[in-house]
């Protein structure tokens, strides 16, 4: 073991965040606390994995490692107790995270609210699962915690009354983001309720977090918050400049939402750097980032996860404390680095089966790094659970419907052997995905030949095993599915109007699609991939093959 290069190391999780909106807060001034932070640490772009799902993303953050090692593929899984569907559980992560780590080294490690984490693992230290803030009853019914959502089980009570319900949200905490906000009819909009539930969640798990600093020895805490993703999913469109299509008085109303929830973690993050003191070395990192400008999609695909769409490849990382050079950027991070860096801060080597690498840069001396082959086969009690714990049914489903309010999921269905079937479904389209990122076409092509075989409907599908055929060099097989592909009717993609619209209808672009007429013109080309990419891909063949003509048709 090498000398260790911090005292203490906290880990901020912000769901989405990202650099494009916070430069110009901190400019104006409104984001003081991160702008004290990034001038006296290292900054970063920090690249995702695809596909861009944050339960896999969070997880790999946690383990250096991919999720075809990690095994949190998507946003649901069998239950094989209940035989249906549950959210995807700590039971399900085949490796160790890294607060499993510290436990079995003996350091009193702390996790609340990480994206899979429940049932809260049996760690060195408090463990608050991703289910402990859902409110599943009206304020003032009784409001009970689901077993399993606090690590250990003697601080059950202590944490269940440190949540805050959406309906304590009151006027004065609406009002700073929503000042208009008297003028919303809620019988037909429901932003408020949105607003409400996000703020409420995110009070619940920040209050956790600071009660763990205030009270519990501890060397390490992570904790993880996704009110930025979920504000920005349910109000990007209204963020500045006004999108084409967004009603004015609508705009008016809601365009401060986005930055509002920036702002508001900016408080947070005071609060938190001030309780964990001046010798904690402190990351702050998102999953991805989202796109605020331009580049924001018109529709949403009707797909299960087509709210992904709206996720940019880039997330942040932040860095400070001890040994981390000053107001410096760092080039070249993922997010599969951070376990890995956050492993050497603690002078413990990083497993060789990791996928990610430390981020030197950071430090204002190379850091001593040292190697296991992996940390999985080492001895010692780390916390995890066996592999077949009982996760509350009724818990399960607040969580689902919370994915589906979302768009992350599609609504269920009530056969239970369909849903099992789709959730399976979706696991091995996201798997067979990892792959392909991982540059492994051999394994993702014979995934992708399963899928677009047992649902060859789905155009998805197709489109991927065109990209597998391509990257293997099989052009006449690519060639063959493009065909395919080109014959499928496009599925029109939901336009998002209403924030966090629950189960969207298809706009009027769908019915005109579905009566052959002509799309209107807000309809944005690019929501009827994957056309557009199978002519692409194409007109390369063709163009390749020296048909020029056939190329051109395609462009
Ligand atoms: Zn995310």
Redesign the pocket.
């Not at 049932?119 to 463990?127: C, F, K, L």
């Not at 599969?336 to 497993?351: A, E, H, K, M, Y």
């Not at 080109?486 to 924030?499: D, F, G, H, S, Y």
């Given at each position: 073991m090498s000398e260790p290069l911090a005292k203490k190391v906290l880990l901020i999780g912000w769901?989405?965040a990202d650099w494009k909106i916070i430069n110009p807060l901190i400019d104006q001034g409104l984001m003081p606390t991160l702008n004290d932070f990034v001038n006296h640490g290292v900054i970063g772009n920090l690249a995702t994995l695809r596909p861009i799902l944050?339960p896999m993303?969070w997880n790999s953050i946690a383990t250096g490692k991919r999720p075809d090692k990690h095994g949190i593929w998507g946003f649901m899984e069998p239950d094989p107790q209940t035989g249906g569907v549950r959210p995807v559980t700590s039971t399900s992560r085949k490796v160790k995270a890294i607060w499993n780590i510290l436990t079995q080294r003996g350091y009193k490690a702390h996790v609340l609210g990480w994206f899979a984490g429940h049932p809260a693992e049996p760690i060195n230290g408090v463990s608050v699962s991703d289910l402990y803030p859902y409110a599943v009853a009206p304020l003032g019914e009784p409001w009970p915690l689901p077993p399993g959502a606090v690590h250990p089980e003697s601080m059950r009570d202590t944490f269940a009354a440190l949540r805050m319900h959406p309906a304590e949200v009151t006027e004065a905490a609406i009002l700073p983001w929503i000042p208009r906000a008297a003028e919303i009819d809620q019988e037909k909009d429901k932003g408020l309720q949105t607003f409400s539930k996000i703020l409420s969640e995110n009070c619940s798990i920040h209050n956790a977090a600071t009660w763990v600093l205030q009270n519990e020895p501890w060397d390490f805490l992570a904790v993880y918050y996704n009110g930025i993703?979920h504000f920005c999913h349910g109000f990007m469109n209204y963020h500045p400049p006004r999108m084409e299509g967004i009603p004015e008085d609508r705009f008016e109303i809601y365009k401060d939402v986005v930055n509002g929830a920036y702002r508001f973690h900016d408080m947070m993050l005071q609060t938190l750097l001030d309780l964990a003191g001046p010798d904690t070395t402190v990351l702050i990192v998102s999953?991805?980032g989202f796109h605020s400008d331009h580049l924001r999609p018109r529709g949403i695909p009707q797909e299960p996860a087509g709210p992904a769409v709206q996720?940019r490849q880039f997330g942040i990382v932040c860095i400070k404390g001890d040994h981390i050079k000053q107001d410096e950027r760092i080039y070249g991070a993922t997010l599969l680095d951070v376990t890995p860096t956050i492993l050497t801060l603690f002078g413990l080597p990083i497993g060789e089966d990791m996928d990610g690498r430390v981020l030197v840069q950071a430090f204002d001396e190379p850091p001593r790094i040292e190697r296991i082959p992996s940390w999985e086969n080492e001895p010692g009690e780390c916390g995890m659970h066996p592999a077949d714990l009982r996760m509350d049914p009724a818990a399960a489903q607040a969580v689902l419907q919370q994915f589906v309010a979302l768009g992350y999921i599609q609504p269920l269905n009530e056969d239970q052997e369909k849903a099992v079937a789709v959730a399976v479904r979706e696991q091995h389209y996201n798997l067979a995905r990892v792959y392909i990122d991982a540059r492994r076409y051999t394994e993702a092509l014979a995934m992708f030949e399963e899928l677009a075989s047992k649902w060859p409907d789905e155009a998805r599908f197709m489109q991927h095993l065109a990209q597998c055929y391509l990257a293997l060099g099989r052009r006449a097989e690519a060639k063959e599915q493009l065909q395919k592909l080109l014959t499928l009717k496009p599925k029109a993609p939901v336009r998002k109007e209403q924030p966090a619209q629950e189960n969207a209808e298809p706009g009027i672009e769908a019915e005109a699609i579905a009566e052959n007429k002509e799309v209107p013109d807000a309809m944005p080309s690019e929501a009827l991939k994957p056309r557009p990419w199978a002519d692409l891909l194409m007109g390369i063949i063709h163009f390749e093959e020296g048909d020029m003509d056939g190329a051109l048709d395609c462009f």
């Amino acid at each position: 073991m090498s000398e260790p290069l911090a005292k203490k190391v906290l880990l901020i999780g912000w769901d989405a965040a990202d650099w494009k909106i916070i430069n110009p807060l901190i400019d104006q001034g409104l984001m003081p606390t991160l702008n004290d932070f990034v001038n006296h640490g290292v900054i970063g772009n920090l690249a995702t994995l695809r596909p861009i799902l944050s339960p896999m993303l969070w997880n790999s953050i946690a383990t250096g490692k991919r999720p075809d090692k990690h095994g949190i593929w998507g946003f649901m899984e069998p239950d094989p107790q209940t035989g249906g569907v549950r959210p995807v559980t700590s039971t399900s992560r085949k490796v160790k995270a890294i607060w499993n780590i510290l436990t079995q080294r003996g350091y009193k490690a702390h996790v609340l609210g990480w994206f899979a984490g429940h049932p809260a693992e049996p760690i060195n230290g408090v463990s608050v699962s991703d289910l402990y803030p859902y409110a599943v009853a009206p304020l003032g019914e009784p409001w009970p915690l689901p077993p399993g959502a606090v690590h250990p089980e003697s601080m059950r009570d202590t944490f269940a009354a440190l949540r805050m319900h959406p309906a304590e949200v009151t006027e004065a905490a609406i009002l700073p983001w929503i000042p208009r906000a008297a003028e919303i009819d809620q019988e037909k909009d429901k932003g408020l309720q949105t607003f409400s539930k996000i703020l409420s969640e995110n009070c619940s798990i920040h209050n956790a977090a600071t009660w763990v600093l205030q009270n519990e020895p501890w060397d390490f805490l992570a904790v993880y918050y996704n009110g930025i993703d979920h504000f920005c999913h349910g109000f990007m469109n209204y963020h500045p400049p006004r999108m084409e299509g967004i009603p004015e008085d609508r705009f008016e109303i809601y365009k401060d939402v986005v930055n509002g929830a920036y702002r508001f973690h900016d408080m947070m993050l005071q609060t938190l750097l001030d309780l964990a003191g001046p010798d904690t070395t402190v990351l702050i990192v998102s999953d991805h980032g989202f796109h605020s400008d331009h580049l924001r999609p018109r529709g949403i695909p009707q797909e299960p996860a087509g709210p992904a769409v709206q996720h940019r490849q880039f997330g942040i990382v932040c860095i400070k404390g001890d040994h981390i050079k000053q107001d410096e950027r760092i080039y070249g991070a993922t997010l599969l680095d951070v376990t890995p860096t956050i492993l050497t801060l603690f002078g413990l080597p990083i497993g060789e089966d990791m996928d990610g690498r430390v981020l030197v840069q950071a430090f204002d001396e190379p850091p001593r790094i040292e190697r296991i082959p992996s940390w999985e086969n080492e001895p010692g009690e780390c916390g995890m659970h066996p592999a077949d714990l009982r996760m509350d049914p009724a818990a399960a489903q607040a969580v689902l419907q919370q994915f589906v309010a979302l768009g992350y999921i599609q609504p269920l269905n009530e056969d239970q052997e369909k849903a099992v079937a789709v959730a399976v479904r979706e696991q091995h389209y996201n798997l067979a995905r990892v792959y392909i990122d991982a540059r492994r076409y051999t394994e993702a092509l014979a995934m992708f030949e399963e899928l677009a075989s047992k649902w060859p409907d789905e155009a998805r599908f197709m489109q991927h095993l065109a990209q597998c055929y391509l990257a293997l060099g099989r052009r006449a097989e690519a060639k063959e599915q493009l065909q395919k592909l080109l014959t499928l009717k496009p599925k029109a993609p939901v336009r998002k109007e209403q924030p966090a619209q629950e189960n969207a209808e298809p706009g009027i672009e769908a019915e005109a699609i579905a009566e052959n007429k002509e799309v209107p013109d807000a309809m944005p080309s690019e929501a009827l991939k994957p056309r557009p990419w199978a002519d692409l891909l194409m007109g390369i063949i063709h163009f390749e093959e020296g048909d020029m003509d056939g190329a051109l048709d395609c462009f």
